[in-house]
């Protein structure tokens, strides 16, 4: 609840919100609500997954290129900054992007100014950043992966999401919409979650978070319509 309230909050500001949590906790759908909840949210929502952007084009996939600006390079192209312009960039694991790039995005948030690659003209962009990670970027600046003055400019609002150990109350409300969604995609009739089932869910630690659940779930739907335990 106090997640929400947070999320509700900072969603109707234009502050760059930085969402912290293990893998599978929900950090994305996070990022997509404060998008749709803010002002913003008749414009584009763009998606980067920094941790598959490969560190050759990952300059080009943010700010865009003219041609030939490098081998490939045959027309010129927008970044991922300029097609979000107006509206949200969603910066995903942005812990894994190269410590190369980074200055040049600072210069991004820092002024709204990007330069596309091979080009001396700047583009000015009104973007919203939300960036997620489940690196602790704190300790990655002390061991100087990450840069400080970066760090602290995606971490205006942080927004940390909690591991589903620390929410077990909310295990069993996950679970059921889950068993129904898989046994809706299996073709069959309703399924419930028994007592000793939902006390295991319960007990379970979850390093997986949500997603692990999720996945846990499926397979014992799968395995309760083949009638197996």
């Known amino acids: 609840r ?3 309230e947070e999320i509700a909050m900072v969603a109707v500001s234009d502050l760059t919100v930085l969402v912290t949590g293990e ?4 950090k994305e759908r996070v990022a997509h609500q404060v998008h749709d909840l803010s002002p913003r949210r008749d414009e584009a929502l763009i998606h980067v997954n920094c941790a598959a952007l490969p560190e050759s084009i990952a300059e080009s996939e943010l700010f865009g290129h003219v041609a030939g600006a490098f081998t490939g390079a045959v027309r010129e192209r927008a970044g991922k900054f ?10 995903d694991e942005v812990g894994e992007l190269p410590l190369t790039l980074q200055p040049k995005l600072l210069r991004a948030l820092q002024s709204g100014e990007i330069q596309r690659v091979g080009s001396d003209r700047v583009h000015r962009v ?22 400080a003055d970066l760090y602290h400019r995606l971490a205006v609002f942080p927004l940390r999401v909690p591991p589903l150990r620390e929410r077990r109350d909310d295990i069993h409300l996950l679970a059921a919409p889950f068993a129904d969604s898989a046994r809706r995609r299996l073709g069959i009739g309703p399924v419930q979650l028994t007592e000793p089932v939902r006390a295991r869910l319960a007990e ?7 997603r692990e659940l999720e996945n846990v779930v499926s397979r014992a739907v799968l395995r309760a319509s083949a009638g197996r335990e």
């Open 23 to 26: 893998t599978g906790v929900g």
């Open 2 to 4: 106090r997640l929400l």
């Open 126 to 147: 009104d973007v919203r950043v939300v960036a997620a990670t489940n690196r602790d970027l704190e300790r990655e600046v002390a061991r100087s992966r990450f840069r």
């Open 82 to 91: 300029e097609l979000a312009d107006g509206g949200t960039l969603f910066l």
């Open 204 to 210: 379970a630690d979850w390093p997986g978070n949500v």
